[in-house]
Structure formats: C-alpha cells, structure tokens
C-alpha cells in the first residue's frame, strides 16, 4: 500500500501543469507611475507595450509588494530588458536581481512566458512594409504576389487594407490567410495564437512562432487594421 501512495504522488508530481498567473505587474524606477499592469494575453503570454526609462525594474505577482509577493527574478546578473530571452526563477527574495533598462523609450514590448520561465523585451520599430496574402485572397499563397498594406502617416505602426476575401475552391487552405512582413514568407510574419482563428472574433496577433493561419467564415469585403506596437488587429466585414 505504502508503494502505491508513492507511485501517485510521483504521478502527481510529474503531471502538475506549469506556474499560471492571473495577474502580473512590473515595478521600479524604470516604470512609468511607479507600477504598471502586463496584459494577459494568453496562459503563457502576458506583456507589456508603453514606455519605460532607465532604471530597474521588477516583474511581481502582486499589485503591491509585500509578504504573498513573488519576483520573476532573471537568471543572469544586470539582465537587460531588451533581449531575445533569458530565463527567469520565480522567488520571494525581494533583493533578488532586477530587469535593467539602459536607455529611455516610449515603444518598449515585454512578453512574460510563465511556461518557458522566460522574459523577451524590445524596443519595438516600426515595419517597413506589411503585405496580406493566402488561399482566401484573390493573389493566393504566391510568394512576390501578395497585397501591400497601407501604412499611417501620423502612427507608422498601424497598417490598413480593404478588399475581398472569400473562399477560393481548388486552392490549399482556401479560406486561410496571413500577414507578412516582406512580399514572401520569411523572415518576419503575424500570426493568430490559434490556427484557423476567424479574423473578426480575435484582436490578438503575435510576431512569429508557429505558422498558424487566420479564416474567414463569411466571404465579402473586410476592412481590416493592424497595429503592429500594441500586436492587435481589427476586422470588419464592410459588404
């Protein structure tokens, strides 16, 4: 019997699911007010796109700091907060290493991933192009076929386009379709964080990753928007 009790717990043990927050908050003299508040954009996605300053910064459980607080503390010793990602231990060491942030910036973005363990921060730039394209387009999945975005003059990270998208029969994925950062398929792409997300039930997009696609479920004339620095679109089926 004893045995048996020690076999479940190594079960429970080997299937307990990765930390999941509600909520978390980044504080400290880099931060805007003191303390600001990451979007929870997904389980594993929680992020942060405004200004920061030079200074530190702590990434917390709690609104406050106090007895229950946790700190996302970085791996490495005067971890930027720019980077392409460092891993993170979870502790409630409240002098436990701090984010850096070397220069100010009003377009930082930050992505907290509690299943990774796993901080990623840039200072975001404004795109060059942005190009719609798949079997729900009139162009389809040709590469150098795509259509060009239209880009704001006063707010260079918001891309428009309006036209038809229907399914197109005889096509691969022909209600599917994405956003690419160039007129073919790599190096940069916008993704939905599921596959075959209709575009009209879902603002979030994210930047890379898996090669998920959206759908339509109704043909006609969408007027869609993208805001590159904030990774939400808006759709709307206009006729």
Known sequence: MRTLFILIG???T??????QYTQLWITGTAVPGGTQKLEKVSDNDFKYSGSLMAGELK?????KVGKKTQFLSPTLPDANVANHGINYTVTSDIK???WQVVVDDEHYRLHVNPERKMLHGEICQPWGELFIGGGATDTGWKEGKMQLMSQQTDNPYIWTWEGELKRHEGVEEPTSFKFQGQNRWYPKALHPYVQGTDILSDKRLRIGGDDTK???TKDGVYRITIDIFNEKVQAELIK
């Open 96 to 98: 436990s290493e701090s």
């Open 59 to 63: 990434v917390i459980t709690t609104k």
């Open 214 to 216: 959206w759908s339509i």
């Open 10 to 12: 190594l079960i429970t």
């Open 14 to 19: 080997l299937t307990l699911p990765a930390q």
